[in-house]
């Protein structure tokens, strides 16, 4: 079955370039999403279609994908985006969720 | 304002069954794929089933094949998940979902998403 694979842990500091990856076979081929779960609340989806951003979500989140690894970017990351990151896409009729992120600011 | 709102979780048995339901508002409920998606205390993000707009065609995980049918009600605007032969790993905070783009022929939806999450309902299951 087709998996993906996320770091368990990204840190980086406040105002800095936070990168959380995601892997999968031809991941670039397929279309993803990523979904940030703050503790105690539901998800909230921040990037879907690879790049694209819902209404609401901050310019300071952006989204790519090519080859086996799609990529969040979190440019000037503050405090309030400390949270679990997902990233999700579609294979075989199934959907498929990557282990999580933990973000860290620090 | 989009409202997704799960009920009938609880505890139960190992081999016992629960009906959960998902009252939603706010948009066209019949023109949105929809699905469940589950979370084990502390743990990730787990995809369980997925129902079409025109409630024509489910898909499900291979964990809860066989056990969990998901199914949709349009006049009453909500969204069923009957789980039987309930198991511990089964334990988690389940959510109801709504995809980001309407009238979707397939389940991927043109890649949109799950835009509109309900608050979630935990489901124990134990002796």
């Known amino acids: 079955s087709y998996e993906v694979t996320q770091p368990p842990s990204v840190s980086v500091s406040p105002g800095q370039t936070a990168t959380i990856t995601c892997v999968g076979d031809e991941l670039g081929e397929k279309y993803t999403s990523w979904y940030q779960q703050r503790p105690g609340q539901s998800p909230v989806l921040v990037i879907y279609?690879?790049?694209k951003r819902p209404s609401g979500i901050p310019e300071r989140f952006s989204g790519s994908n090519s080859g086996n690894t799609a990529t969040l970017t979190i440019s000037g990351t503050q405090s309030i985006d400390e949270a679990d990151y997902y990233c999700?896409?579609?294979?075989?009729?199934?959907?498929?969720f990557g282990g999580g992120t933990k973000l860290t600011v620090l | 304002e989009v409202q997704l709102v799960e009920s009938g979780g609880g505890p139960v048995n190992p081999g016992g069954s629960l009906r959960l339901s998902c009252v939603v508002s706010g948009f066209d409920f019949k023109k949105y794929n929809m699905h469940w998606v589950r979370q084990a205390p502390g743990k990730g993000l787990v995809w369980v089933s997925s129902v079409v707009d025109s409630g024509d065609y489910s898909y499900s995980s291979d964990s809860v094949k066989g056990r969990f049918t998901i199914s949709r009600d349009s006049a009453k605007n909500s969204l069923f998940l009957q789980m039987n032969d309930l198991k511990a790993e089964d334990t988690g905070v389940y959510y109801c979902v709504r995809d980001f783009f309407p009238d979707c022929s397939t389940l991927s939806c043109y890649g949109g998403g799950f835009q509109h999450w309900g608050r979630g309902i935990l489901v124990t299951v134990s002796s």
């Open positions: 279609q690879d790049s």
């Open positions: 999700q896409a579609w294979a075989s009729s199934s959907v498929i």
